[in-house]
């Protein structure tokens, strides 16, 4: 439940339960915070030194996810409007422009299908959720959106601007989907996210992660990738090539690492605040970012963050800048996009790490996906367009076109997967799964403990400390 392109959303506030300032009352009498949201945080980025903004930067994204949290919560009181008169017209809002050539052909399809005109919009990954929370708090929102972090959605799913599709999806829409994605599609009772029980999104895409590898700058093949985290670091430092990461990845990539020794159910019991963020497995995780700064082969010596972190990594990847990086599956539509005439690179899973106890396995993600808003104008017929959307014609334009996994099993199964999606490929058959996923406070705490490691500011003793105070605090 963690895809590319997020935003510095994931505070200890993030939530819509919380306690919010109380609105100003307007002429009616009805509480109302006046738009554009007087609260609402401006959006950071690190700057070149984030050791001296470290504890400022926190400050701001938890206080400013305070009121972005209360604003969503007053702002799905109410309707986003009546249905307009004539030809129907639906809004579809799209988070990921590796997919956007693929969505926008099969809503034209459509269109000329049913008569149902689809207008895609594309934000792009770093202001898409800006510009959705922007929408929410006016009540403005699209008929359908893009899902794809579980811990990101969750506010809108909350302040009720998601259909409940559980009553389709056991009508026999289910069929279109592989028993993993609709797992990890649900939201349990007594999850760690609070949002009622029920399916409010489903996804055409399946996600794993790993690495992308240049061989030109790197001398790795795959053919003969590295057997090891630590044969990975070494051949590495041989080319003097460099790897990158995204703050905004890090919790990925430790959940990643550390299943080289825990189960998919001490990493769930870890995640639910059952178990401790300081056992061996967390602890071995976050070492391997410590040795990637020792061998000298991380880009920059830093872990780059702030809005775009992750757009910006993919982009030094696919501009032949950057010898390896980690990211998921969808990266490969991103590459698509960013530069056709590059196609010499290959994926590959994590490999196993020194004195691991189980082989590694990819946290298990839905990816690129819909979401329907029940007050809009058209519920019915952004419903009946998103089954369509989701069918396994459709769902083959997309993994043709956009080269992504499809959330169809017999299409998965079948598919001829391009060979830089082959080691992504690989991840699905024992990828996690699972209904849970970190708690907002919990990747805030992950993501800025990571760069303060490799900077040398903090301890793994001391990050693990850190990141079970955040747990604690939700769990």
């Not at 269109?111 to 990954?125: N, Y």
């Not at 559980?166 to 949002?195: D, I, Y």
């Not at 905004?248 to 990643?256: F, V």
């Not at 950057?322 to 290959?346: H, K, Q, W």
Request: aromatic share 8%; charged share 20%.
């Amino acid at each position: 439940m963690y895809p590319e392109g997020e935003w510095p959303a994931g505070s200890i506030h993030n939530r819509i339960d919380d306690i919010a300032p109380r609105p100003p009352k307007n002429a009616g009498g009805i509480e109302e915070w006046p738009l554009p949201h007087s609260r609402l945080p401006k959006v950071r980025t690190m700057g070149k030194n984030p050791s001296a903004r470290g504890a400022r930067r926190r400050t701001i994204i938890a206080a400013g996810s305070l009121a972005i949290a209360g604003t969503l919560a007053l702002a799905g009181c109410s309707s986003s409007g009546e249905p307009a008169a004539g030809d129907v017209g639906l809004t579809f809002m799209n988070q990921s422009r590796g997919q956007e050539a693929a969505l926008t052909q099969l809503a034209q399809q459509y269109t000329k299908k049913t008569g149902v005109k689809v207008t895609v919009e594309t934000p792009g990954p770093a202001d898409y959720l800006p510009k959705l929370q922007a929408k929410a708090q006016s009540r403005s929102m699209p008929d359908i959106y893009s899902s794809f972090d579980a811990s990101q959605m969750a506010p809108f799913y909350k302040a009720g601007w998601a259909m409940d599709l559980s009553a389709e999806l056991n009508a026999g829409w289910s069929k279109n989907f592989s028993p993993a994605v609709l797992t990890m599609s649900t939201f349990k009772e007594g999850n760690n996210l609070g949002v009622k029980p029920g399916v409010y999104s489903v996804h055409w895409e399946t996600q794993t992660y790993g690495f992308l590898i240049n061989p030109a700058l790197t001398g790795m093949s795959s053919k003969n990738p590295p057997a090891t985290t630590a044969a990975f670091i070494d051949a590495l430092a041989a080319k003097k090539a460099k790897f990158s990461i995204a703050a905004s990845q890090t919790p990925n990539i430790i959940q990643a690492l550390a299943s080289n020794w825990l189960t998919d159910a001490d990493i769930e019991a870890t995640l639910n605040g059952k178990s401790s963020w300081k056992q061996d497995g967390w602890r071995n995780a976050f070492q391997f970012l410590v040795d990637l700064k020792k061998a000298g082969v991380l880009a920059n010596d830093s872990i780059p963050g702030g809005q775009g972190d992750h757009p910006n990594v993919e982009s030094s990847f696919f501009t032949k800048s950057m010898g390896a990086i980690f990211d998921a599956a969808p990266g490969i539509s991103v590459g698509l996009r960013t530069n056709p005439e590059f196609e010499d690179y290959f994926s590959m899973g994590l490999p196993k790490a020194p004195g691991s106890v189980h082989d590694p396995r990819s946290p298990g993600v839905p990816g690129k996906g819909a979401v329907i808003n029940p007050r809009g104008g058209h519920a019915k017929e952004a419903l009946a367009f998103v089954k369509w959307l989701t069918e396994p014609e459709q769902q083959a334009v997309f993994a043709k076109t956009a080269r992504i996994l499809p959330s169809n099993p017999e299409l998965l199964a079948g598919a001829d997967i391009p060979d830089q999606l082959e080691g992504f490929a690989a991840g699905v058959k024992d990828m996690q799964v699972m209904s849970t996923t970190f708690t907002p406070d919990v990747i805030t705490a992950i993501r800025a403990e990571s760069q303060r490691l490799v900077l040398g500011e903090t301890t793994v003793d001391d990050v693990l400390t850190t990141i079970q105070a955040a747990q604690d605090r939700t769990s």
